[in-house]
């Protein structure tokens, strides 16, 4: 009975210790981001490599560089060969707008992948 006990003291420490010992998530890598805008519309795209199913956006907007609101979330891309692909589109204001798109996991972190002013 005691083996049993110290070896799930040990395991559970072991994974504890795993846990904090300064280990960075794996994000999947974002590449051919594109913003453009024409007289009405603001289109965002980006691709993604090696996603897990865990993994979702969010593409965030402010006005003064410093407050985000969702403007949108962003669950599935569309699936290619070796990449998912993703677009989004939003009517254009006059002011002046940050976009940045945000990776973020069912478990709470996020990755903040690039950042655009328009």
Same mark, same amino acid.
């Given at each position: 009975?005691?083996? =049993? =006990? ?5 395991? +559970? ?17 974002? +590449? ?22 865990? =993994? ?27 990449q998912y692909s993703y677009l989004f589109k939003e009517k254009?204001?006059? +002011? ?12 709470? +972190?996020?990755? =903040?992948?690039?950042e655009r002013t328009l």
């Amino acid at each position: 009975m005691k083996t =049993i =006990i110290l070896v799930f003291l040990f395991n +559970s420490l072991f994974s504890i210790t795993a846990l904090y010992a300064g280990v960075e998530p794996q994000w999947p890598v974002v +590449s051919n981001i594109q913003v453009s805008q024409n007289t009405n519309t603001i289109s965002i795209s980006w691709a993604a490599n090696a996603e897990e199913k865990d =993994i979702y956006y969010l593409v965030e907007k402010s006005t003064d560089g410093v407050r985000y609101k969702t403007a949108a979330i962003v669950l599935l891309g569309f699936e290619g060969t070796t990449q998912y692909s993703y677009l989004f589109k939003e009517k254009t204001n006059t +002011s002046k707008t940050t976009y940045r798109i945000k990776q973020i996991k069912n478990d709470g +972190s996020f990755n =903040i992948v690039a950042e655009r002013t328009l």
